[in-house]
C-alpha cells in the first residue's frame, strides 16, 4: 500500500475560485459520489474575515449544485458541497485510488491526498486529469504499512457513525442503535471506533509533522 500527493490546477473549481478571489482555504474530510452527485465534506476557512462573501461566491459557481453549510464564525464555516459528477473528483471516485483528504493552497491549487496498491491506477488517474486540461504534479509517492491504514470495514464504520451523528454533542444516535445497524454489539462497535479513531488521529499527527512550515 503506498500514499500519494497529488498537486492540480482545476479551471473554474469552486475551491481555486475562493482561494485566488478571497485567500480563503479549504479542507476536503470526505468525497463521495451520490447518484449523478459528487458530495464533498468540507472545513472552509477565510483568514480576511469574509466567510460570508467565501460562501456567496460558492453558492454562486456554476459547477456548485447545492450546499449545505453552517457558518462558525467570521473566518470559519462547515458543511456540505454538492457538485456535478462531471468535475474531476468523479475521475477520482471512479478510479481505484482511495480518497483521504484534499485541500487548497494560498496559490489555488488543490492537494489531493490518495492511497494506492500499485501504480497503474494513479498512471490512469494522472492521464484522464490531463486530458480535462487539468494540470497535475506528483509531490509524494511513499510506502505505507498496512496497520497504519484503515480497514474497508472500519471505514465504513466511522463514516456511518459521522454521517449520522455519533460525534456530534448531543449524540443523534446512540452506541447500541448504531451497533444493532451493523448487527454486531455495542463493545464490538466501540473497539472498532476506538482502532479507527487511534489509526486516523497517528495519521494525521504523522502528516502534520511532514508538512510542518507549510505547503506552497
Known amino acids: 500500500m503506498m500514499e500519494t500527493t497529488l498537486s492540480l490546477r482545476i479551471p473554474k473549481d469552486w475551491m481555486t ?18 447518484g449523478t452527485r459528487v458530495h464533498q465534506l468540507v472545513e472552509i476557512h477565510s483568514l480576511e474575515g469574509r466567510i460570508e462573501e467565501v460562501l456567496r461566491a460558492i453558492n454562486s459557481n456554476r459547477h456548485v449544485l447545492a450546499t449545505t453549510i453552517t457558518r462558525v464564525d467570521s473566518v470559519k464555516a462547515v458543511g456540505c458541497v454538492a457538485v456535478s459528477s462531471l468535475t474531476p473528483y468523479a ?4 478510479s481505484e ?9 494560498s496559490e489555488g491549487r488543490i492537494i489531493w491526498n ?8 494513479l498512471q490512469e488517474l ?9 494540470s497535475v504534479n506528483l509531490q509524494k509517492l511513499s510506502r505505507v504499512s498496512t496497520s497504519e491504514v484503515l480497514t474497508a470495514r472500519q471505514e465504513e464504520i ?3 457513525a459521522l454521517d449520522r451523528g455519533f460525534f456530534e454533542h448531543p449524540k443523534k444516535i446512540g452506541l447500541r442503535e448504531l451497533a444493532r445497524a451493523f448487527n454486531i454489539s455495542a463493545s464490538t462497535l466501540s473497539e472498532t471506533l476506538r482502532k479507527g479513531l487511534k489509526k486516523n488521529i497517528e495519521l494525521y499527527i504523522q502528516e502534520k509533522e511532514k508538512n510542518k512550515g507549510g505547503l506552497g
Open 17 to 34: 475560485e475562493i482561494a485566488e478571489k478571497y485567500g480563503a482555504l479549504v479542507k476536503v474530510v470526505a468525497c463521495k459520489k451520490m
Open 91 to 94: 475521475l477520482l471516485l471512479k
Open 97 to 105: 485510488c482511495t480518497f483521504l483528504s484534499g485541500e487548497t493552497t
Open 114 to 121: 490518495l492511497l494506492i496498491s500499485k501504480n497503474k491506477p
Open 126 to 134: 494522472v492521464n484522464a486529469l490531463r486530458a480535462q486540461g487539468i
Open 158 to 160: 466511522l463514516q456511518t
